[in-house]
């Protein structure tokens, strides 16, 4: 059974910079899309991004704009979400979560247990 884990969170200033990790455990994370969200407090979960099992299809949360990068290594089995210029409003738990298919955009049926992310001067 596959399983996903989330690295790279913490406390960062407004403005600044972190780099998300997912690792995936399992021979297949090549085989599928990966997919990245968000859920603050009081808030449901949003969808953040998505890239495709050879890295194409790469979709960002319109709001979000060029702050958010995502990528994936699979020699690695890791998926990255860079994220940039951090907003108050990006505090939240981050997951990653695996698509169904490879291309993504659809269902995400394993997930992470999630980072959490904190952005505050």
């Known amino acids: 059974q596959v399983q996903l884990a989330e690295s790279g969170g913490g406390l960062v200033q407004p403005g600044g910079s972190l780099r998300l990790s997912c690792v995936a455990s399992?021979?297949?994370?090549?085989?599928?899309?990966i997919g990245w969200f968000r859920q603050a407090p009081g808030k449901e979960r949003e969808f953040v991004a998505n890239?495709?099992?050879?890295?194409?299809?790469?979709i960002i949360r319109d709001a979000l704009g060029a702050r958010f990068t995502i990528s994936r290594d699979n020699a690695k089995n890791t998926a990255y979400l860079d994220m940039n210029d951090l907003k108050p409003e990006d505090t939240a738990v981050y997951y990653c979560?695996?698509?169904?298919?490879?291309?993504?955009?659809?269902?995400?049926?394993?997930w992470g247990q999630g980072t959490q992310v904190t952005v505050s001067s």
């Open positions: 399992g021979r297949t994370f090549e085989d599928y899309a």
């Open positions: 890239i495709a099992y050879n890295g194409g299809n790469i």
């Open positions: 979560a695996r698509g169904d298919s490879r291309y993504g955009g659809g269902e995400y049926d394993i």
